[in-house]
């Protein structure tokens, strides 16, 4: 049971949990600690069980309906009385609706509300997704229906009002499998002050002269929040008649657009800006792949088909290397990650997973988008009008003590101060990026941030070294930057933008409910750096302002969950086509129960359980983060090379196991050299895939049965 105190959480024994589902809010007491060290509760009541709908496999056993639920986490089957199957056949995956609570003897009883289809249909993992996160999926039928009322394109009427910007060459830089753009850009030497600079213009689809505040379309867009992406299917945020057409920055059509318009010094410094509505012409759409190669080669073939546009694409990267000076000197973090992408056949079986590889176009791209979202902030801050920030604060006093007594104990040679700037983790990250273990250094490093929110309240960008803020560049699929953009045309037209009377739908809102009956939520810092000790009382419209960045903030994690949900259903669906296989990998995360391993060249994670790592005793080093053997002295730490076989997979838990089938060559001389003892024994290796760190120790002996049934849900934070 996870405490809204944030402390500790309490474990419910399997008698504690009969009367109980995930995600009850229920009121216990803690009788007593269990014999691992955790406390130990009894439910004295359930304050709310949210209306969820539980998916799972309809079963008959014995005469007997039942369902068993796709997620694990409810932990009992839900009976299904004669009648209440509807058109469902025995094996299929359904939705129930609750009819009858669980109770101490009697396990709970529902009815089948939706019949989603075979469990090998193609698609199947995300339509039980989009359902187990609650992420709406149907447009309201009011919303359809504005949507087939708005224009096929832009009409002279639009146009009023607007900086005629069709003859400036703006172009798109996207994905080769984009098919939203939502920005275009554009460059020119410029006279900045006294000295040579750029004007850069960065334009964004005007998604807000659309969708007009409060109408059916923006209460479903509010409902989202943010489209959800998955392999080979996206859930828009807003209906495709705006995200693919009339919002989208096509080429060769006129497309209306709010502008940031830009003019950054040879240092990289934005030393003006202006923003504007505007009417543009899309003279090209490039794909990241495209304007690598002709940075790259200005003569090439890809040059030669676009020559007209040249000349405009190396003033982008003259000003995105001025950008990244700037960017440099303020010492933003800069940590390059390997994110994979997922191909998929027609049928939605696993092709191949493959790294995303950022080149100098993705780079450009982001340079020029957070100098607009820069602007933005600044506009917003310096107009003194409230909206959404996106702050991302430093590290908790907690996790910067991990982190220091972890750099200590890998002798680093560098680590933090008591108030650590983003400068100190990126000159830890530079000083290390030679030595043999700089990932796993650098997993830590981003391990200790937090996880970036939306906000009225500005705290600054602790990652991207600024004082201030915002999501301006996407309001296509991002609800916060459509709001950002009202806000803007509101300071330009010199009025006040008021957030509507939206619904509040979702467990976002129930909580924050509870916060303002408590008062919590009107007491919050004033301004960045301000003492936590010196709170204040919001006004009713800035509290209104921090409900719609709660509501975003939480709709940004559903998304974000259902996606990793689908993935790594995916990649365990992959994987049971290689059971017995063997591979080589890398130990990316190390806990008290084991370790977990990225596979070479396929990206898939797994755990090798500490019961698998031979038959001695493991001790968790937390300050280290490795596992150690007693005996033999060998680490297995973030870093670790090994080799593993594909053991197990459970499919509706999600979960990969490996475990070792190769000796290390090197790792047990050196363990058994470090110790100075000679080699008596077998030491096998494992690997494992990005994993949170795990605070506490515990040790296990690995013959132990009570070992192997030691579990941990491990947690990834995001940045």
């Not at 923006?218 to 989202?224: N, Q, T």
């Not at 070792?660 to 895939?689: N, S, Y």
């Amino acid at each position: 049971m996870i405490r809204d105190d944030g402390d500790s959480d309490i474990y419910l024994p399997p008698n504690e949990m009969r009367a109980v589902l995930h995600k009850d809010r229920v009121k216990a007491r803690v009788v007593r600690s269990d014999r691992k060290g955790r406390p130990e509760g009894r439910v004295v009541e359930i304050v709310e069980r949210p209306q969820q709908p539980i998916i799972g496999r309809l079963l008959q056993e014995s005469g007997v309906w039942l369902v068993a639920p796709e997620d694990k986490r409810y932990g009992q089957d839900v009976l299904i009385p004669k009648g209440a199957t509807g058109t469902a056949r025995p094996g299929q995956v359904v939705v129930v609706e609750l009819t009858e609570p669980p109770a101490l003897f009697g396990q709970p009883v529902g009815r089948v509300r939706e019949v989603l289809g075979e469990v090998d249909d193609p698609g199947m993992e995300i339509e039980i997704a989009v359902r187990k996160y609650s992420v709406p999926h149907e447009f309201s039928a009011a919303c359809i229906a504005q949507a087939r009322m708005l224009p096929d394109k832009v009409r002279a009427s639009d146009k009023t009002h607007r900086v005629d910007l069709t003859d400036v060459p703006l172009v798109t830089i996207d994905g080769e499998d984009a098919r939203d753009f939502d920005d275009a850009v554009y460059c020119e030497p410029a006279r900045v002050g006294r000295g040579k600079g750029w004007r850069l213009l960065v334009a964004i689809a005007d998604v807000s002269h659309y969708v007009e505040t409060g109408s059916a379309i923006d209460i479903d867009a509010y409902d989202r929040a943010t489209s959800v992406y998955f392999p080979r299917r996206v859930i828009p945020m807003l209906p495709e008649k705006l995200s693919n057409g009339l919002c989208s920055l096509n080429p060769d059509v006129e497309r209306l657009c709010m502008v940031c318009d830009m003019l950054v010094t040879a240092r990289g410094d934005v030393h003006a800006y202006q923003f504007y509505p505007a009417v543009m012409f899309s003279h090209a759409r490039f794909t990241y792949t495209e304007v690598a190669a002709i940075l790259g080669n200005t003569r090439g073939a890809e040059a030669l088909r676009r020559q007209e546009r040249v000349a405009d694409l190396l003033n982008l990267h003259d000003v995105y290397r001025a950008l990244l000076a700037a960017r440099n000197a303020r010492g933003a973090v800069d940590f390059e990650t390997t994110e994979t992408q997922i191909i998929c056949d027609d049928n939605g079986r696993i092709e191949k997973i493959v790294p995303r590889t950022r080149n100098e176009a993705h780079r450009l791209i982001e340079e020029a988008m957070l100098a607009a979202n820069v602007c933005s902030a600044d506009y917003i801050t310096q107009s003194k009008h409230p909206g959404l920030f996106r702050v991302h604060e430093g590290p908790t006093p907690e996790k910067q003590e991990i982190l220091r007594n972890y750099l200590k104990a890998l002798g680093a040679g560098l680590s933090i101060g008591d108030s650590p700037t983003p400068g100190e983790f990126q000159a830890i990250a530079n000083a290390t990026k030679d030595r043999p273990d700089a990932q796993q250094i650098h997993s830590m490093l981003l391990r200790s941030m937090q996880q970036a929110i939306y906000t009225p309240v500005n705290s600054g960008h602790f990652g991207l070294a600024y004082d201030a803020y915002t999501h301006f560049t996407s309001p296509i699929r991002r609800y916060p930057d459509l709001l950002v953009h009202r806000v803007i045309k509101a300071i330009l037209n010199h009025t006040r933008y008021q957030l509507p009377a939206l619904p509040t739908p979702g467990e976002a809102h129930a909580k924050l409910a509870k916060r303002l009956q408590k008062g919590q939520a009107s007491r919050i810092p004033k301004q960045a750096g301000e003492p936590a000790h010196k709170p204040h009382k919001l006004s009713t419209e800035m509290l209104a302002w921090q409900a719609a960045g709660l509501h975003c903030s939480a709709n940004e994690r559903r998304a974000d969950e259902a996606s990793r949900d689908v993935e790594a259903w995916l990649k365990c669906k992959y994987m049971r086509e290689h059971l017995g296989e063997e591979y080589g990998g890398v130990v990316t995360a190390a806990t008290a129960f084991g370790i977990f391993v990225t596979l070479d060249a396929m990206y898939v994670e797994g755990l090798v359980h500490i019961t698998e790592l031979g038959g001695e005793y493991f001790r968790f080093d937390e300050a280290r983060q490795e596992l150690r053997g007693e005996r033999t002295g060998i680490r297995y730490a973030i870093g670790t090379r090994v080799r593993v076989q594909v053991s197990r997979v459970d499919l509706d838990g999600r979960r990969i196991d490996f475990r070792l089938v190769h000796e290390d060559e090197e790792l047990l001389p050196r363990a058994m050299k470090d110790k100075g003892v000679a080699r008596t024994g077998t030491g096998k290796v494992a690997a494992l895939e990005r994993a949170g760190p795990v605070s506490g120790k515990r040790a296990a002996k690995t013959s132990s049965p009570a070992a192997k049934k030691s579990e941990a849900n491990r947690r990834k934070p995001r940045r």
